[in-house]
């Protein structure tokens, strides 16, 4: 029931060290640069791969063809190359057709996007599902094309494949499921990106380690939308009769506070779980569910209305960054990071250890001073530590007032007000003194 | 379902020109001004009428006599004639008995009652079930009265005859009704008597414009309360089984700001309906059930509670002019009054449309793109109207997601925010692309 | 149904007298200190004893050995004499074990209680169930003990004994019950310890004067935690099954404003009457459940979660002088403690009269006209009391609309933001009026 948090040395440098081999990587929601990219997790995260081919229905989608990138840029008529993916892979828009020709600057420009509030970003632009291509580039770079003609290379392919995504099972004692849900199919953002993996990747790790778990933990690695729509396919049923939690990662690499986004049931264990540990913690923004976002949308969609919330730092859409060439390793931090996994390990912790229990004496407060649960003389006002003291015997008293067979972990801080850290270490002392027990639910 | 506000001409004007042919008469719980009332208002509504004979038992209260008033005024010492009621017909207290004779000043002070706070104000005033005569005068004009013999002139009769209410009846394809009930009782008052069966005449004309209506709607024209205890003895257990929302009508024709009055229950389909469309809308008043007030306090009582309330403008008791002279013409507008029958008509396309949805697609949010449900291409930052498209693809997501079976367009509105127009419109949309489906209650 | 508060005598005076003979016993959990103080009270409560011998087992406790307490003092190296419990019988500390001898200031300080922060105050300890001796002084007369070799004199004993409670009993027509408790276990301190038996008696007095009580009551004289615990021994089950509502009767002599700490259920009957009682008086402070305090704490304890509050003035922990010699008679008020009875038995005038109403005319509003219950006039401007009428109109329209068969007095009072005095008056006229019946439950 209890374990400490045990890191295989520095977080923060290991998981710098992971980012710098996926950063330059065009990844999209299929194709090559997704397989390289769970190779270099697997690593850390042995993971299985699911692979759907193209054209194979999912629910109301089709897998999409698999593009391949290769080269892509345009030469201004003064002879300047612009928009080389070589330099930065968010120049082509995702999922561009092939195009190679000479066009005029109005009929280029149909196809070029900027940020005119954002003059030095380079916007993240996809067309999935309608044929289309173009190029994406900073508004200040925008300014300085001249009139003439354009010569464009776009060398893409869309081809016959599969979309790919990758899942790592951690059985447990329970048939009972956490779910932990990433995403890969962005090239170069950093915190809307890659921060969610490599906290999973490393989370992975610690829930590895804990001794005789309950739960069966499952994390996902996959394409925003379809990739998860896929893995649904597969998994929806038993996510239905199974899972206890799940939990949407993306945006936990900024050093901003956490957010948490609530599950469409808004008071699921998930809810419950994540937002004692982000109260324990200090400030925090609570933030109803809403069906925009990340995959909690196809989890907590009407048919589904799974129990997955998501625990982010500052959301997508409120940081200007966001889906921008600015999300970049200048915008997070890897200490940030290496808390993320942290705060997600303390969940896991809390959802492991979210027991019922009860009183083992038939009546009353049972006599704590002969357990030494308290101390004997009263009004001990020469006591050193009388606050600190007087807080023990609270929670103590606390816990053994509200371990009535009813109430769990959870439900105690939260009707309490106490810490689950404090809740923790006075229920090992009870169970110990014999005056409380377990009941597995 | 679907079904705009298609107004016969200017409303305003209409209601203007029926408020100049009602205002004159003088009305009360019974008698002949009732029924040129009704006659009047037939043109509109065409009425059957419901006739109630003096003494006849109602539940705990039993049919008055019925009031005929021919003259009334009296003379003052100087010759001068005070309360005619050919100049103002609430000189005369309501169901005053007949009275011809001298009486002192000292003794008619007893009878004359007016309002030291409201001097320019004749006070509305009745006495329907103790025999008593009266006279209601300004302040002003009672300070004049001298000292000295008065003469009296009531010429009024109390003779066995009828109540009359009024109720037209519109069909619909289902069992379950909507009450709509004004009052008719009052003389010369504006807001807090014609505005009630006015904007009421006109919403009658407007729900019967519904092609394919799903309920049955019921318009009463009564004197309040004990036309109301007559209709519930003929229609109680009726309304028990069937009524699915009510409103009570009064003080709809000023141009402050609506009020909503909760039904008894304050979560029925009445205040659901009502709330909602003025959130929508802006501004406005919400105010829990209380038993006093008008009708509703019959509707709502003990042994009914039924789930009617009371949509307003400003409610009786918090506007100064409220039963007296002051609350006539200038006192009210007839584009308030044309817009309160614009609100009404909004809660019955509200209650109309309040199906549940469900969602046809077996499991996640539906490929929108390939149903032109969504913009292909994400982040179109050259796109001109962002905010308009991100608020159309919030509300398609937001009534999908919600579409599962159980919630309902109103809890819809609650739930997302969002406005019930804008619903109604992606439920049109999102039922043509298939990925919806209604189901009927 | 309807009762006076029909005061022996002037009650403040009373209760001083029986005050200043229960100030200078030296009470402690068991003893003779008890015993006397049981028999002064049995004056006004005849209560049955309850004895529990020393080393039986009550649940996870054992009852402790009966202390016995002649002389204690110590002497200062001046020959100076100082603690004599002859002065002030917090010096010695509770259930100090007896010692005779000389022992060095180095080592008699490891046995001194002293309060820097309240120079001037004795502190009050206890140690129960850990053997040992102490003193408790003013931290002003500690200050000036000089170095040396003291005379210790404790002259105490632990027998086999046993531990004393009282109970009385008021019977009722129902099995259902009321339970005050209070405790007599501290020595001489004014508001932490006779307010609360001194309140309960004579609160007993009235109590034993309703006619045709409904309720059976108990009342309870106790020590603190194990006497309590003793009790519940005996009377847990009975409780369970019976117990509508209980309060623990603590610190009700100061002029402090009233504080109500709900039971654990939060919303039990306990709570409902009291809180409405106490909102009805004027202002107090609720204060949700915790585990610490007085009895409630055995009453509401994960196993028994009976309907047990406290309605207290201002709250032990919450006044300086808590638990020291400043909490004596010049602290409190028997003019408060007087008040404390009436608030108490205006509870006890809810519980007897929290009848269900319903309406005994089939539907509608009665006519209240015809019984003398409305102004048959409306809107009767010379009216004297006119503000008064309203509300008395306002109040019996109400108590009639909620007279529903399921709402009872209290969720009257609490829907209709009524008082209850305005809600029992307007009842008996109804139920006068033949409107309405009672239901018994």
């Known amino acids: 029931m209890s374990f400490k948090i045990n890191m295989n040395g520095n977080i923060a440098k290991r998981i710098e060290h992971y980012f710098d081999r996926l950063w330059p990587i065009t990844r999209s929601i299929t194709g090559d640069g997704i397989r390289r990219s769970m190779d270099i997790l697997a690593e ?4 299985e791969r699911m692979r759907f081919k193209t054209g194979q229905k999912v629910f109301d989608w089709q897998v999409p063809k698999e593009w391949v990138i290769r080269e892509a840029y345009f030469i201004a008529p003064d002879g300047t190359r612009h928009c080389d993916i070589q330099k930065n892979n968010l120049h082509l ?6 195009f190679n020709g000479k066009v005029d600057f109005s009929e280029l420009k149909e ?3 900027s940020l005119p509030d954002k003059p030095d970003a380079i916007p993240y632009v996809t067309s999935y599902y309608k044929p289309a291509w173009g190029f994406c580039l900073s508004h200040n770079e925008f300014k300085t094309l001249p009139d003439g003609e354009y ?9 016959d494949g599969q979309l790919e995504i990758g899942e790592a099972v951690l059985p447990g004692s329970s048939k009972k499921e956490i779910l932990f849900s990433s995403y890969l199919c962005h090239p170069s953002l950093a915190n809307n ?3 969610g993996p490599l906290v999973m990747a490393f989370l992975y790790e610690l829930v590895n380690n804990i001794p005789d778990r309950r739960f069966t933990y499952r994390f996902l690695f996959s394409a925003e939308s379809i990739g998860t729509i896929c893995y649904l396919s597969k998994r929806a049923r038993q996510l239905k009769k199974n899972l206890a939690a799940g939990y949407v990662m993306t945006c936990l690499g900024d050093a901003g ?11 699921s264990l998930a809810d419950l779980a994540a937002r004692v540990v982000l109260r324990d913690r200090g400030y925090f923004k609570n933030v109803p569910f809403f069906p925009r976002g990340s995959d909690e949308k196809q989890y907590c969609s009407a048919q589904l209305n799974l129990p997955v919330g998501s625990l982010m730092r500052t959301m997508y859409d409120e940081y200007p960054e966001y889906h921008t060439s600015l999300d970049n390793k200048d915008f997070i931090s890897f200490e940030a990071m290496a808390e993320s996994v942290k705060v997600y390990f ?5 959802l492991e250890n979210n027991y019922i229990w009860d009183n083992t004496v038939e009546c009353c407060v ?3 001073g002969k357990r030494g649960l308290f101390s004997s003389v009263s009004n001990a006002s020469n006591a050193l530590n009388m606050q600190e003291q007087e807080e023990f015997t609270d929670a103590i008293l606390w816990f053994i007032n509200l371990a009535d067979g009813q109430n769990d972990l959870i439900s105690m801080a939260i009707r309490s007000g106490l810490k689950i850290e404090k809740l923790l270490e006075v229920s090992r002392l009870c169970e110990q003194a014999g005056v409380v027990k377990r009941i597995d639910k």
């Open 346 to 350: 303390n969940v896991v912790r809390v």
């Open 93 to 98: 828009m995702g999922y561009s057709i092939p």
């Open 151 to 159: 010569e464009v290379h776009i060398d893409t392919e869309l081809i």
């Open 193 to 195: 990106e890659l921060s």
């Open 44 to 47: 850390v995260v042995p993971t």
């Open 111 to 113: 196809h070029l996007y």
């Open 366 to 368: 049972p006599m704590l």
């Open 257 to 267: 506070s956490f957010t948490y986004k609530e599950s469409r049931r808004g008071d």
